[in-house]
């Protein structure tokens, strides 16, 4: 139990355009999802937070006009990275909690973003 | 705000060794520690968490101790096997509804020799 996908897994894009990342949780309902980007050989950073329904908090210095989130169901965010840049390949993590897993947060597989 | 610090940064242990990792955290109302291990290239996996009402949890090579009043909590490896080798990241985090933010440690890189 407990599983989030993310797709796409692997994603090169040309500098200017916009990305869409999509987080399901698959056999539970996620009232709660997290965006993190990690880059390499460092620890998570928290982007946003992002309830159903809601509009999505985000942690200081994360444009939130550039990474869009959307929070549309009980099972899917998405993370819209728009313009593009280098500077923001990363790697993309989210993560869920929701009912009857009130502490616990579960993480996708994370979307490697190149931007060229 | 809740400051996590992990040590060591990275760990090298013969097969078959015991691995320690300690976590201190600062927030003396973090009530939930669970810790994570990231293979390369993937998302972190929940291997064991704790509570602040439980001393210790154990679930077979994997153990976690938490003592409150010193505000640390360490993970456990017993019997490491290559596979064991990954990025270990402990969290704290408070309160008792979902949503709560997640504060992680820098990570171990934990190398299992064979």
């Known amino acids: 139990g407990a599983v989030v996908s993310q797709h796409p897994s692997r994603v090169i894009c040309k500098s200017g355009t916009s990305v869409k990342i999509e987080c399901r949780s698959l056999?539970?309902?996620?009232?709660?999802m997290f965006w993190y980007r990690q880059f390499p050989k460092q620890s998570l950073m928290l982007m946003a937070t992002?309830?159903?329904?809601?509009?999505?908090?985000?942690e200081q210095g994360v444009e939130k006009d550039k990474f869009l989130i959307n929070h549309a169901s009980l099972t899917l965010s998405t993370l819209t990275v728009t313009s593009a840049h280098p500077e923001d390949s990363s790697f993309y993590i989210c993560?869920?909690?929701?009912?009857?897993?009130?502490?616990?947060?579960?993480f996708g597989p994370g979307t490697r973003l190149t931007v060229t | 705000g809740e400051n996590v610090e992990q040590h060591p940064s990275t760990l090298s242990v013969q097969e078959g060794d015991s691995a320690v990792i300690k976590c201190t955290y600062s927030?003396?109302?973090?009530?939930?520690f669970p810790w994570y291990k990231q293979e390369l290239g993937k998302g972190p996996q929940l291997i064991i968490d704790?509570?602040?009402?439980?001393g210790e949890k154990k679930d077979q090579r994997i153990a976690v101790t938490l003592n409150k009043t010193a505000k640390h909590f360490s993970l456990h490896i017993t019997e490491t096997q290559p596979e064991d080798s990954a990025v270990y990241f402990c969290?704290?985090?408070?309160?008792?509804?979902?949503?709560?933010?997640?504060?992680f440690g820098t990570g171990t890189s934990l190398t299992v020799i064979p």
């Open positions: 993560s869920a909690n929701g009912a009857g897993r009130a502490y616990e947060q579960y």
């Open positions: 056999d539970f309902q996620a009232t709660t």
């Open positions: 992002s309830n159903e329904g809601s509009k999505a908090t985000y």
């Open positions: 927030d003396s109302a973090s009530n939930y």
């Open positions: 704790i509570r602040s009402n439980v």
């Open positions: 969290a704290a985090t408070s309160g008792t509804n979902t949503g709560n933010q997640f504060y």
